[in-house]
């Protein structure tokens, strides 16, 4: 970033991350909870994948495009470990199943966020 003269900004509140917090079920038996959370996390790493990968495909910068590139590779690999967790430890149907449910909540959620600039969500 330096090189390029960025600087780091402040970190923001993340809409799309708090929303996901909302749904996610809490309390209750603690299977209940590790499924949530590992397809929580399951989640965001899928779409920090999907972002990675577009910006790699959108760039013209080869340093950048390789950078995202290994980016994307590295997050996909993140998403399937969570995902692969809770089908070491929960039935792969139960799993399937709630899965189905984070995306359709995403699904809805996302289009009710503000769209803005300053972020991929
Ligand atoms: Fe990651």
Do not use: C
């Not at 209750?28 to 577009?54: K, M, N, T, Y």
């Amino acid at each position: 970033m330096k090189k390029r003269g960025f600087a780091l900004g402040k970190q923001r509140k993340d809409a799309y991350v708090n929303e996901l917090m909302n749904f996610q079920q809490r309390g209750g038996a603690p299977d209940v909870v590790l499924l949530d959370r590992l397809l929580q996390f399951a989640l965001i790493e899928a779409r920090s994948a999907e972002r990675f990968r577009l910006l790699s495909e959108g760039l013209e910068d080869a340093y950048l495009k390789e950078f995202y590139r290994k980016f994307m590779i590295s997050e996909a690999g993140h998403y399937r470990l969570f995902i692969d967790l809770a089908n070491e430890y929960l039935p792969e149907e139960r799993v399937r199943q709630r899965w189905t449910e984070w995306l359709e909540f995403e699904a809805d959620m996302i289009t009710k966020l503000p769209v803005r600039g300053d972020r991929m969500h």
